[in-house]
């Protein structure tokens, strides 16, 4: 059997992955993450990693749905030449351009745009949802069209 993901300690979206819990009665692995609303809940591991789930569910349908969509805007070809389209390491988000900023016991989340080589800082947000946002007025404002 493969060995499952390691994902403690990795964030989803929402989600910070606390530890593994028990398989689910379809043997698939199991995680207990702490949403940024405080609330606990129980994700499959696959449905962190490709952000199907990425909150306890009080994520509004509409906000998920901008997710994928920014999560797909990565690989689409048009835009990407200007700027990388790899998360770095240090990207614990999952989303290109927020990286995750912690004050004191706070999480925060930052927005940031590379442009040809200038890193522009989009500002720091209470919500991945707001980082997202300020991220993609940054595509629009800063990368230039042809
Ligand atoms: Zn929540």
């Keep these: ?3 499952p993901l390691e994902l403690t300690g990795r964030v989803f979206g929402h989600l910070t992955v606390i530890k593994r819990v028990e398989n689910n009665k379809h043997g698939r692995t199991m995680w207990l993450c702490q949403c940024d609303c405080t609330k606990y809940t129980t994700v499959e591991g696959a449905k962190l990693v490709n952000h199907t789930t990425i909150s306890c569910g009080h994520v509004h349908k509409g906000l998920k749905a901008a997710f994928k969509a920014q999560q797909e805007k990565r690989i ?31 999480v925060r989340f930052r927005a940031q745009i590379t442009v040809r080589g200038i890193r ?19 595509e629009e404002e800063l990368i230039p069209r042809e």
């Design 76 to 106: 689409d070809g048009v835009q990407t030449y200007l700027y990388s389209g790899k998360l770095t390491p240090s990207n614990k988000t999952g989303v290109k351009g927020v990286s995750l900023v912690k004050y004191k016991d706070t």
């Design 120 to 138: 522009h800082d989009l500002g720091t947000y209470d919500r991945i949802t707001e980082a997202m946002e300020a991220r993609r007025k940054g």
């Design 1 to 3: 059997m493969a060995k």
